[in-house]
Structures are given as structure tokens and as C-alpha cells.
């Protein structure tokens, strides 16, 4: 064994030097097809190729259903990280929430961009060549200030020298000859910067993109130095759509002021909950003078539609959406989470916590002796978005409408518990799913999909939150609508207080306290698995070892499930950790508080 393991070091010494001598030339073309600094300037293909790496690493391109960390709902794979993340394996060495190593290489990128945007020769046509400047840099911008917001979500928190702290700040591209041995900026300079980044992402950036065909309405900035709507149209038009705007900087903006201005964060921040509400009023002014009435009716069913979503041209948001990622034609979503009988894996059980969260159709608690909830028919006369969202005992899914027997005595697979594909809770996530799609590998048929990055609906709702912390439910600030306008325009969305008043919500329009907890309540159940939960209870500083119950029924009897799966979270895991890598490597840079 040692002669052959002798045999093999000689062998590949070998090779080396022959790789180091007689083939040096076979290597020639990849050193010449490195391209320096100098190179760029002259090639900008190559060098927008630096700021396609923000979108290929763009932290909201893909659904992460971390819902299973949390009290909404479960996973069925014992094998997904969040589930093992949630109960007791959460280490700063093993940590599924990680963003540093790959947003901060992919930063990097956007310094290198950032630093050489201005000197390369973006087309012949000077004034072309002047607008594309501030349109790659705009962009550069924007997606910088999108990292530090998620940087900041997954990584920010108290260190041990009790100072609250986010990234190491770096404006710069670094080199060998860098300094690798920085310590962290404090949260409220990583939120100066993000707020400098969307300035200058503001400047420079058109509010949305779009074809022109009158120069009269080329912007007065470009229009004084003659650019024509042609020219404008070059730059600016329907082939830029859905890259980052003025529109997206401030949504942005919005979101991040919410989370520094959130318990978990204000007191190290410098962020108000009433400059949180007017951020958010920003973003909602842009859609007209009376924002409240333009909330999309439909708006909690973006995904039901494949027709609608295939038809929408390149780069076409409909009204729900302000920002969103390319559209597919699949059926993985289908294939993953239809229940078995659909020939789904079941993988997102939503809990018996979540479905209670769910009021009745009058828009009452379940918890209040005069909703009409009885125990023994729990999901009768329930607020209209529980159908939409979740699969109970008894619902229709597929193409079929096939009934789902989710009862622990039920005749199939989708039984509570029968197979590693069945719900461990009772119930199977239905948002998000196009009923029309059958995963059938026989037959399948697909749907069109594509991912939200940035919804309407989260904006009115961060507005609600805000303005009621601000100014109290009925407050408006300078900005002409209160968090009671917003909350009563998306639960009439749901039908509640349609054809009679809202009883419970005009009861705690008086109140903060009341009108904060149904606020909490209406994002937890518009945004459910959207991956908000994991978040918002530990900004908001809410219990996040709550077990997950279920539903158990047997002869049609109905028995919760207290305990489907314990959360193994302790008081420091509100804030995530800084890689143990990193911290081992850098001197410098401080471990949030526990970890």
C-alpha cells in the first residue's frame, strides 16, 4: 500500500512538471482571455457581466420556505435544514440562513462595477453612452443597498460589547493588498449607507422603464442636453423592465426602515416608526393619489391564473406586483408540496397555529365567544382566505377537484402520518399551487409561475405597522391614510365587512395595543408562506419556541396535536450569527451576543 501510495505522489510530481514545462502553451489562451481592469473599460459586455453577478445572486430569486422554522408550519423531509435548524441544530458553523460568504463575494462585484463604470465606453453615440453610465451605476446602486438589507436581516445583531452591529461597510473593490481584518460597522451606519445607496441609486435611475416615442417626454435632465425620445427609449426602454428602478431603491428603502425601526433594532438604530410609515408612503404614493383604493382585488391570488401570468409580456408587472422574477412553465411547486394522492411530496404542512390564526367570515376570532366557531366543524364559516391558502379535511385540489382526506383514519396516503409524504399536521399548503397543474408523470401538465420579489400587499401592510406605531390606528401623518384604511381594504379584499361592518376591527380602530396584534395578525396570514414569519417574530421580539400543533381526527372527531414539533430556539437566536469561519479567521470581527 505504501509503494503505491509512493507510486502516485511520484506520478503526479511528474505530471506538474509537465504541465509547469512542455505545456505551457496549451494554457496561453485562458490567460489571454483573463480580462484586467484596463480591458473592461472598452468591453462593456464584459463589464455589465460584474453587475449580472447582483442578479445572479439576488437574495430574493428563489422560494426558501423557511415557514417550517416557525410556528406556521412543518416540513415533512427530516432531512431539510430548517426543520433541523428549529429543532436544536442552529450553530454560527451550521447555519441554513447564511448570506455572508455569498453576498458579500457577490458585493465585491458590485464595487469592481461601481468603480469602473464610469470610464467604459458604453456606445458610440456620446449622449447613449452617458445615459447607460447612469443606468448600470443606478443599478449597481440599488442592488447594493437590496444586499445590505438582506445582510443586515440574516446577520445583524448585539455583539458582546453591547453595541448593535451589521457588516463590515466596503465602498471599494479589494485586492491582494487589502485590509481582510475589518471590524463590523454599527447597524445605524449600515442603514446610512443603504439610505446613500438608494440616493444615489435615485439619481440616477428612471422611476420605471419603458418605451417613448415623443421627445417631449424625455426626462428634462437629458432632454436639456438634446437626447431624443429614440435615444432615451435605447437606454431606458421595455428591454430594461424589471431591473431595478427608482420605484424598487424606495420599496427597498421601506423595507429596511421597517426592520430598524422594529424592538429588536430601534434602540440601536436611529430609525422611527414614523420615518418607517413615510418610506413605506413613498412607495405607495407612486401608485396615485389615493393609494388605499388602488389595492389589487385580486391581489391575494397573484398565482391562481397560468393564462394571465403566460400572457404578461417581458417585464410586465401586474397591479399586485412591484417587483418580480421571470416567469416559468413547470410544475415543481405542484410536484413538491400536492398532496401524495396528487402525486405530490407534501413537503409544507401549515399548522393547526397558523389555521387558527385565520378568523371567521364575519371577521371575528375564533377566540371570541360571539364568532360562531364551533370546535366540533372547525373550518365552517371561516374567513374566506383559509380555503385559499390551505388544504384541510375535506378540501378539493387538483385538476380533478379531488376531495383530500387528510383524517388520521382517512383511506389514502394524504392520511395524517401514513407515508414520509403525508402531513404530519393534518393540512398541506394550497397558496402558491395552480390547481390546473397535474404532476401525474404519466399525463402531467404544467403551469406558468413566477416568484414575487417585492409585493404591493407587503408595502400596505409595513404601512399599517408603521403608521399605527406612529400615530396611532387612525393617524395619517402627513400622508392621508391611516393603518384602520389599509386593514379594512385588505380584509374587505377577503370579504369581511363587505355586505355587513367589520365588527372586530371598527372594535379596536381606538386602540394600538388591539389594532398591533391584528396587524401582526393580517400579515401572518396574507404573507404566509412567503418566508416573512421567520423574521418578523424575531424583529417584533415575539415568542419563537412555540410548538407546532396539528390536527388529529378520527371518527370524526376533532383533537389538536399540541406538540407535532418543538422549537429548540434560545433568547440570542432572534439575531443570526456571523460565520464561525469568519470570526475565526478576523480578529476584528465581533460575534453577535451568544453564538
Not at 431539510?80 to 428549529?86: D, E, H, I, T, V
Not at 453595541?163 to 481584518?181: C, K, R, V, Y
Not at 394522492?341 to 413537503?347: F, I, P
Amino acid at each position: 500500500m505504501k509503494n503505491r501510495n509512493k507510486i502516485s505522489i511520484i506520478a503526479l510530481f511528474v505530471l506538474l512538471l509537465f504541465v509547469q514545462t512542455g505545456c505551457q502553451d496549451m494554457f496561453e489562451p485562458a490567460i489571454e482571455n483573463h480580462k484586467d481592469k484596463n480591458d473592461l473599460y472598452n468591453m462593456p459586455a464584459w463589464a455589465t457581466g460584474l453587475l449580472g453577478h447582483a442578479y445572479i445572486s439576488n437574495p430574493l430569486g428563489s422560494w426558501s420556505f423557511n415557514d417550517v422554522a416557525t410556528d406556521d408550519a412543518v416540513s415533512n423531509n427530516p432531512n431539510n435544514a430548517y426543520r433541523q435548524m428549529a429543532t436544536g441544530s442552529w450553530r454560527a458553523n451550521n447555519n441554513p440562513m447564511d448570506r455572508w460568504q455569498y453576498l458579500r463575494a457577490s458585493w465585491q462585484y458590485l464595487n469592481q462595477f461601481i468603480n469602473i463604470a464610469d470610464e467604459v465606453k458604453w456606445a458610440e453615440d456620446p449622449l447613449v453612452a452617458s445615459m447607460f453610465k447612469d443606468r448600470m451605476k443606478g443599478d449597481a446602486f440599488g442592488m447594493r443597498a437590496l444586499y445590505m438589507y438582506h445582510l443586515l436581516l440574516n446577520h445583524a445583531g448585539w455583539a458582546e460589547d453591547g453595541q448593535l452591529l451589521g457588516i463590515p461597510i466596503l465602498t471599494e473593490p479589494e485586492d491582494l493588498n487589502s485590509e481582510f481584518n475589518l471590524p463590523r460597522n454599527t447597524f445605524q451606519e449600515c442603514i446610512d449607507r443603504l439610505n446613500a445607496d438608494v440616493d444615489s441609486a435615485l439619481m440616477l435611475l428612471p422611476e420605471d422603464y419603458g418605451a417613448i416615442d415623443d421627445d417631449n417626454l424625455v426626462p428634462a435632465k437629458y432632454r436639456a442636453k438634446g437626447v431624443s425620445a429614440g435615444q432615451y427609449t435605447r437606454v431606458f426602454g421595455d428591454n430594461a423592465k424589471n431591473r431595478m428602478s427608482a420605484r424598487i431603491a424606495k420599496a427597498v428603502r421601506a423595507q429596511a426602515a421597517l426592520l430598524a425601526a422594529s424592538p429588536a433594532y430601534s434602540s440601536g438604530s436611529g430609525v422611527t416608526w414614523e420615518e418607517a410609515a413615510n418610506r413605506m408612503a413613498v412607495v405607495l404614493n407612486g401608485l396615485g393619489s389615493n393609494p388605499v383604493g388602488q389595492l389589487d382585488q385580486d391581489g391575494n391570488k397573484w398565482y391562481a391564473n397560468s393564462a394571465a401570468i403566460q400572457n404578461l409580456p417581458a417585464g410586465v408587472n401586474p397591479k399586485e406586483m412591484l417587483w418580480r422574477g421571470n416567469k416559468e412553465n413547470n410544475l415543481t411547486l405542484e410536484r413538491d408540496n400536492y398532496p401524495p394522492t396528487l402525486y405530490g411530496s407534501g413537503r409544507v404542512n401549515p399548522t393547526q397555529n397558523l389555521v387558527d390564526a385565520f378568523p371567521m367570515a364575519n371577521g371575528l376570532p375564533i377566540t371570541d365567544p360571539n364568532s360562531g366557531y364551533d370546535p366540533n366543524n372547525p373550518y365552517a364559516n371561516r374567513d374566506s382566505r383559509l380555503a385559499l391558502y390551505i388544504l384541510y379535511n375535506g378540501s378539493k385540489a387538483g385538476p380533478q377537484s379531488t376531495v383530500i382526506t387528510t383524517a388520521a383514519d382517512g383511506g389514502d396516503n394524504n392520511a395524517l402520518n401514513r407515508t414520509e409524504t403525508s402531513t404530519r399536521t393534518g393540512y398541506y399548503m394550497k397558496k402558491l399551487l395552480n390547481q390546473q397543474v397535474n404532476a401525474n408523470p404519466s399525463s402531467e401538465t404544467t403551469a406558468y409561475h413566477y416568484k414575487p420579489f417585492i409585493r404591493y400587499t407587503e408595502i400596505f401592510l409595513g404601512y399599517a405597522e408603521a403608521a399605527n406605531e406612529a400615530w396611532g390606528p387612525n393617524g395619517t401623518g402627513p400622508n392621508g391614510y391611516s393603518a384602520y384604511d389599509v386593514i379594512k381594504a385588505i380584509r374587505k379584499r377577503a370579504g369581511i365587512g363587505v355586505n355587513t361592518t367589520d365588527t372586530y376591527l371598527e372594535s379596536v380602530k381606538s386602540d394600538k395595543e388591539k389594532m398591533r396584534e391584528l396587524i401582526h395578525n393580517e400579515r401572518r396570514i396574507e404573507l404566509c408562506f412567503e418566508g416573512f414569519r421567520f423574521w418578523d417574530l424575531r424583529r417584533w421580539k415575539k415568542n419563537i419556541t412555540e410548538p407546532a400543533k396539528g390536527m388529529s381526527i378520527s371518527n370524526e372527531e376533532y383533537n389538536i396535536l399540541p406538540q407535532v414539533e418543538n422549537r429548540a430556539y434560545q433568547d440570542y437566536m432572534y439575531y443570526g450569527p456571523i460565520p464561525y469561519g469568519e470570526v475565526v479567521k478576523f480578529s476584528n470581527l465581533l460575534q453577535n451576543e451568544g453564538w
